[in-house]
């Protein structure tokens, strides 16, 4: 079957999916392009494929053939080819090296940041209540595929570090103040908190934090973006 | 006066300022909000204002009135309250610290690039032909108004690594092979050559370079975004 119909009910569900209230009812998201699909059905999240009507597909999955009009309905890629619908991810245990997310609010520095975390070797990422939908499709496509590759759950982050505080080392940052990136002592276990984009991390987190750290730079710099900025720091923790 | 056309001929010349193409003829650029109108004014490159009706305007330049409307019209951002047009900084001499991109294509990577040189003390950036242009407005927001406090140039940049091979010491990057960033030797004067974000950097460029790094990470993650890939090691090469 062919879903030529943008009023067709399946492909109108799909269309909502667009939205953090239908990924949250349904459980699901959209991922776009093979590399992504491969992943997701490598680690059994892969629920079905929607492609053009010549799509060769290699996988054990339903395939839906849709016209490229549909496809350019569904997705804000300029040519896209295939598009997959995926269940959301468990929640998994912690690990030993955390990143807690404060309000961040732009999808690609959430992306970013995800990326980095899995090149940096840490084993879980917090958002925080108020933090940028994970399963955004803007998220996604900055993650670059590693979405699926780092344990990432939602908390209320203020009873999580409270909770956490007595086994891990907490890191605050700020733009200045506290210790230099450059000279920190490396710790076995520990949380980096990084604040929102635009108000940096909230001053309720403060008395929750062992150490604060800044990253040296040129004064004419007030600050760095801040998926570049937790990438710097990890680099650094990672070594 | 009050613009309120979108038919004016000053809003419709104001409007081609969106293309590079009209940029290059005019020799000028759009930017949006104080702190880089106010960073234009200070370093002598704001040419006028164009706001609100309400506006108080401090600084010794000529403001044009213009509706709600009209800015929408030439700005993406969602709640835009004065733009202005500034022309096209000169190219200086290049320094002893340089960054040289191969044919960067995201304008909020060059935006971060930029953000990042500045804070890691680079003194030029060396855009390639075919990298994106620097006056379009995504990288001017990405890099949050450091575009006037940095040398940017742009170069045919095969003869112009020629040209400086003997003076400076040229660092290639590649995803893997080469030596790791965390062990090189630091030099007085270096370029870095960062490559394009799909193709990484051009294999023509590779018997121009002394020596290769890379940034060690899991092997989970293929590779970082170039934007963080530049500041991680602008930031090593800082220390």
Same mark, same amino acid.
């Given at each position: 079957?062919?879903?030529?119909?943008?009023?067709?009910?399946?492909?109108?569900?799909?269309?909502?999916?667009?939205?953090?209230?239908?990924?949250?009812?349904?459980? *699901?998201?959209?991922?776009?392009?093979?590399?992504?699909?491969?992943?997701?059905?490598?680690?059994?999240?892969?629920?079905?494929?929607?492609?053009?009507?010549?799509?060769?597909?290699?996988?054990?999955?339903?395939?839906?053939?849709?016209?490229?009009?549909?496809?350019?309905?569904?997705?804000?890629?300029?040519?896209?080819?295939?598009?997959?619908?995926? *269940?959301?991810?468990?929640?998994?245990?912690?690990?030993?090296?955390?990143?807690?997310?404060?309000?961040?609010?732009?999808?690609?520095?959430?992306?970013?940041?995800?990326?980095?975390?899995?090149?940096?070797?840490?084993?879980?990422?917090?958002?925080?209540?108020?933090?940028?939908?994970?399963?955004?499709?803007?998220?996604?496509?900055?993650?670059?595929?590693?979405?699926?590759?780092?344990?990432?759950?939602? *908390?209320?982050?203020?009873?999580?570090?409270?909770?956490?505080?007595?086994?891990?080392?907490?890191?605050?940052?700020?733009?200045?103040?506290?210790?230099?990136?450059? *000279?920190?002592?490396?710790?076995?276990?520990?949380?980096?908190?990084?604040?929102?984009?635009?108000?940096?991390?909230?001053?309720?987190?403060?008395?929750?934090?062992?150490?604060?750290?800044?990253?040296?730079?040129?004064?004419?710099?007030?600050?760095?973006?801040?998926?570049?900025?937790?990438?710097?720091?990890?680099?650094?923790?990672?070594?």
């Amino acid at each position: 079957m062919l879903y030529s119909s943008l009023e067709n009910p399946k492909i109108k569900e799909l269309k909502k999916l667009k939205t953090k209230k239908y990924r949250d009812i349904l459980g *699901k998201f959209i991922i776009e392009g093979e590399h992504l699909i491969n992943e997701a059905y490598n680690l059994g999240y892969l629920e079905e494929i929607y492609a053009l009507e010549d799509y060769q597909c290699d996988l054990d999955v339903k395939v839906n053939y849709v016209t490229k009009e549909v496809l350019k309905y569904i997705t804000d890629l300029e040519t896209p080819t295939i598009i997959g619908v995926a *269940k959301k991810m468990e929640e998994k245990d912690i690990g030993d090296k955390l990143v807690i997310l404060d309000d961040i609010q732009d999808p690609g520095n959430l992306g970013t940041i995800i990326r980095s975390s899995v090149a940096f070797n840490i084993d879980t990422i917090v958002l925080s209540n108020n933090s940028v939908d994970l399963y955004n499709d803007k998220v996604i496509r900055a993650s670059q595929g590693m979405i699926f590759k780092i344990n990432i759950i939602r *908390k209320d982050i203020i009873p999580f570090i409270s909770k956490v505080k007595n086994e891990y080392h907490i890191y605050g940052t700020k733009v200045n103040g506290g210790n230099s990136l450059k *000279k920190i002592e490396k710790q076995k276990k520990f949380a980096i908190i990084m604040g929102n984009e635009g108000k940096g991390m909230s001053s309720d987190l403060d008395n929750l934090c062992d150490e604060f750290i800044y990253i040296d730079m040129n004064k004419e710099c007030e600050s760095l973006n801040v998926g570049v900025a937790t990438s710097i720091i990890l680099y650094e923790l990672d070594k």
